[in-house]
């Protein structure tokens, strides 16, 4: 009898690396998501020191729960994303829809672009269905429960059927668009595709706020002259212009509040919602402008679409060189076409493996957006009232049920916005919440 020894394939090798992948992502997730859970409901009975002439016991408390009960929804979109994520490349479920769909137009290469839109706009469908309860589930279950949503099924409906409308109209042709310069552009493809990409996306800044925003929501103009004026002068103080000052019903469907800028360009303006203009005095609607002005000041937006786009570049470079591999697509459980193009199934693949990669490279980005924040911050307290934005701050964070006491390596990997304690301890001048909490 001959030994035979045993050989690692490229194929296997890949899916090795996926699995491995996989699991070491889940398992992160869920550790980090414990230790927020365990953490947050350790502190959940006493106010943090600091905080405890301004935030009443029963608001800590909501915010502990609301945390809380977020994290173990994600918990289990986590278990369930697996799933199927599984489910779609090494339990076969991606090659059999794209084996079915080879089998509906046939294999002529003639219909193989019609094929692989058809396979895009189904596995969007499934995508979006499989996900459902969990959206129904935060919406009308999470959100309801903590008083924070104002949904109504039919409303709810509507922006469902909207944005379908929207997708099929905008994403349909852009899909094609794409799936026709990765066929004819030859070697350099996915440079080509990536500069549809990025123009589309520009073309989306520009037209967002004047176009496709008010599908969703009514934008009326400020209507308060004070506060347009104060709102006005701090811009000009600041050195910023805009296409206007719009107020957005953002309490239609949800409590939570907020204010940003939109646009790029002649179409730059200024939203606040409703429910942030019921919650604020003038000047601390000035202090939370004041911080967004700051994002301009310092080029935030400008240095993350230029990581944006370089990333992407990259990240379409690296889609390039292993949709010619035959291993990538054997190795996630899915088999090439052999008499037509691959573009669509590289795509779908490429998608659900890059973002196992985040896992891990979060805490850079969410670093570097946290900095971002303090110095919009810093920029806020010299150009409007430092007081009024610590105030504002507060009540933000009181309103929509942040938790003063996050876990420490939690808020590492996914905090975008410093937690307050951190936040307001860099402006004790401000306001007098101590910088030891």
């Known amino acids: 009898m001959q030994d035979t020894a045993f050989e690692f394939t490229p194929s296997l090798w890949m899916t090795t690396l996926f699995a491995l992948t996989l699991v070491a992502s889940v398992a992160l997730k869920f550790w980090l998501a414990t230790r927020q859970v365990r953490h947050v409901a350790q502190h959940r009975d006493t106010v943090p020191l600091a905080f405890a002439s301004h935030i009443a016991l029963a608001d800590h408390q909501k915010a502990a729960d609301y945390t809380m009960a ?24 991606l090659h059999a829809l794209n084996q079915a769909l080879l089998e509906w137009f046939g294999y002529p290469l003639e219909s193989s672009l019609l094929q692989q839109l058809a396979l895009l706009v189904c596995f969007s469908v499934i995508g979006s269905v499989v996900d459902l309860p969990f959206s129904i589930y935060r919406t009308f279950v999470l959100e309801q429960r903590f008083g924070f949503n104002r949904m109504t099924p039919r409303l709810w409906l509507i922006d469902g059927l909207k944005g ?28 080509w595709t990536w500069s549809l990409w990025m123009g589309f996306s520009l073309l989306m800044m520009w037209v967002y706020p004047t176009w496709i925003a008010p599908l969703f929501n009514q934008f009326k103009p400020l209507e308060d002259v004070a506060l347009k004026d104060r709102v006005a002068a701090l811009m000009t103080r600041c050195g ?64 993350r679409m230029a990581s944006l786009f370089t990333l992407s570049l990259a990240a379409f470079a690296l889609l390039g ?27 779908l693949l490429f998608m659900m ?44 964070y009181k309103d929509n049920a942040s938790t003063l006491t996050p876990d420490p390596v939690y808020v590492k990997f996914y905090y975008s916005h410093p937690p307050a304690p951190e936040r307001l301890a860099r402006m004790p001048q401000a306001y007098p919440i101590a910088t030891t909490a």
């Open 164 to 191: 379908l409308a929207f997708s099929a109209l905008i994403g349909v042709p852009l899909a094609a668009g794409a799936l026709w310069v990765m066929a004819t552009t030859g070697a350099l493809w996915w440079l």
């Open 353 to 396: 493996v890059l973002p196992l990669a985040g896992s891990f490279t979060g805490p850079l980005f969410a670093q570097l957006s946290r900095k971002h924040e303090f110095e919009a911050d810093a920029f806020a307290v010299a150009h409007a009232n430092g007081a009024a934005l610590s105030s504002a701050l507060l009540k933000l």
């Open 70 to 93: 977020q994290v173990r929804l994600g918990l289990l979109e986590l278990a369930w994303g697996t799933v199927v994520i599984l489910s779609w490349t090494l339990l076969g479920g």
């Open 240 to 303: 910023f212009t805009s296409k206007g000052f719009y107020v957005m019903d953002g309490s239609k469907r949800s409590a939570h509040a907020n204010a940003y800028f939109t646009g790029f360009g002649a179409s730059k303006r200024v939203v606040f919602y409703d429910t942030l203009l019921a919650q604020l005095s003038p000047d601390e609607v000035d202090a939370v402008l004041a911080h967004e002005l700051g994002h301009f000041k310092h080029g935030h937006i400008r240095k």
């Open 321 to 347: 060189w292993v949709s010619q591999q035959a291993w990538f697509y054997t190795g996630l459980g899915v088999g090439p076409n052999m008499a037509g193009g691959n573009d669509a199934l590289s795509l």
